[in-house]
T-cell receptor
Framework: GAGVSQSPSNKVTEKGKDVELRCDPISGHTALYWYRQSLGQGLEFLIYFQGNSAPDKSGLPSDRFSAERTGGSVSTLTIQRTQQEDSAVYLC????????????FGEGSRLTVL | GQQLNQSPQSMFIQEGEDVSMNCTSSSIFNTWLWYKQDPGEGPVLLIALYKAGELTSNGRLTAQFGITRKDSFLNISASIPSDVGIYFCAGASGANSKLTFGKGITLSVRP
């Protein structure tokens, strides 16, 4: 497709289970970002990829969160042993340029942890 | 860490009115961006500002990059119902730094 694609769009899980969220960036975009959006909050930065490497993962909240990117394209954000406070919308964005460029966002994956 | 301040959290205006939103920071940013988010969708870029003092328009939208590099404002003129949404400011301090977002302002437009 033409835009950033994220799946699943909605995920309900039980506390303690692991979840994987997928992001398919715009073709040719080298930079990929994950942000988290909680109700009434702004977009909280999680991690940034340039190609397959992550020069900035400073926003990952705990070691239960990890992300990888393969082939300079698809990225997966994994949350292990989910907690209720992990409930949020997880947004992925991609950009053509390294560093600051115009980010194009996907529609997000809404995670609800019961 | 770096923070961007947007207030108030919500604004209510009448269709046809102009509205101005401010974004401030205690840190200097070298790039300011304004995004709009509609319900159930990701944010969409409205205006990008790359130079202190820069004033840029996009249709009914006008944004300025503050001369101190610590603030920016967005003006929407002659508001219409589809202007409803959450408006985020975002800033970056360097060419390779991440974007920091404000908490957003939810705009409601009464017909």
């Amino acid at each position: 497709g033409a835009g950033v694609s994220q799946s699943p769009s909605n995920k309900v899980t039980e506390k303690g289970k692991d979840v994987e969220l997928r992001c398919d960036p715009i073709s040719g975009h080298t930079a990929l970002y994950w942000y988290r959006q909680s109700l009434g909050q702004g977009l909280e930065f999680l991690i940034y990829f340039q190609g397959n490497s992550a020069p900035d993962k400073s926003g990952l909240p705990s070691d239960r969160f990890s992300a990888e990117r393969t082939g300079g394209s698809v990225s997966t954000l994994t949350i292990q042993r989910t907690q209720q406070e992990d409930s949020a919308v997880y947004l992925c964005a991609s950009s053509f340029t390294k560093g600051i460029g115009e980010l194009f966002f996907g529609e997000g994956s809404r995670l609800t942890v019961l | 860490g770096q923070q961007l301040n947007q207030s108030p959290q919500s604004m209510f205006i009448q269709e046809g009115e102009d509205v101005s939103m401010n974004c401030t920071s205690s840190s200097i940013f070298n790039t300011w961006l304004w995004y709009k988010q509609d319900p159930g969708e990701g944010p969409v870029l409205l205006i990008a500002l790359y130079k202190a003092g820069e004033l840029t328009s996009n249709g009914r939208l006008t944004a300025q990059f503050g001369i101190t590099r610590k603030d920016s404002f967005l003006n929407i003129s002659a508001s219409i119902p589809s202007d409803v949404g959450i408006y985020f400011c975002a800033g970056a301090s360097g060419a390779n730094s991440k974007l920091t977002f404000g908490k957003g302002i939810t705009l409601s437009v009464r017909p």
